[in-house]
Nanobody, 124 residues
Framework: QVQLVESGGGLVQAGGSLILSCVAS????????MAWFRQAPGKEREFVAV????????SYADSVKGRFTISRDNAKNTVYLQMNRVKPEDTAVYYC?????????????????WGQGTQVTVSS
C-alpha cells in the first residue's frame, strides 16, 4: 500500500510561482509512475502532468505546458510540481497520484493511489 501526502498549496497572485510536493510512503515509490491532477469547483478532476518511474519521460496537459514542470527525487520518495506564471484558472485542489504503469497514471479511472489534495488559489 502506498500513501501520498501533498503539501505546498496556498494563495498566490497571478503571474507568480508555487511548488507542490508529494511524499510517498513505502519502498516501491521508485517503481511507480507519478502524476498530478487537479479539480476546480464544479468541474471534473483533470490530468495535469505525469512522470515515468525514472524521470526519463514526462507529459503535460496543454493548459499547463511550458508553465508547469513535474520532477521527482526517488531517494526522497518525493514528486514535485513547479508552477510558474500561474493564472486564475489554475485555481483548484491539486492531487498527487501514483500508478504502476505510466499510461495508467495519466487517467483518473486507472490511477492506483491518490493523495488527499492541496488547495491552490490564484488571485487576479
Amino acid at each position: 500500500q502506498v500513501q501520498l501526502v501533498e503539501s505546498g498549496g496556498g494563495l498566490v497572485q497571478a503571474g507568480g510561482s508555487l511548488i507542490l510536493s508529494c511524499v510517498a510512503s513505502g519502498p516501491t515509490f521508485g517503481s511507480y509512475a507519478m502524476a498530478w491532477f487537479r479539480q476546480a469547483p464544479g468541474k471534473e478532476r483533470e490530468f495535469v502532468a505525469v512522470i515515468r518511474w525514472n524521470g526519463g519521460i514526462t507529459s503535460y496537459a496543454d493548459s499547463v505546458k511550458g508553465r508547469f514542470t513535474i520532477s521527482r527525487d526517488n531517494a526522497k520518495n518525493t514528486v514535485y510540481l513547479q508552477m510558474n506564471r500561474v493564472k486564475p484558472e489554475d485555481t483548484a485542489v491539486y492531487y498527487c497520484a501514483g500508478s504502476t504503469l505510466y499510461t495508467r497514471a495519466k487517467s483518473v479511472p486507472t490511477v492506483d493511489y491518490w493523495g488527499q489534495g492541496t488547495q491552490v488559489t490564484v488571485s487576479s
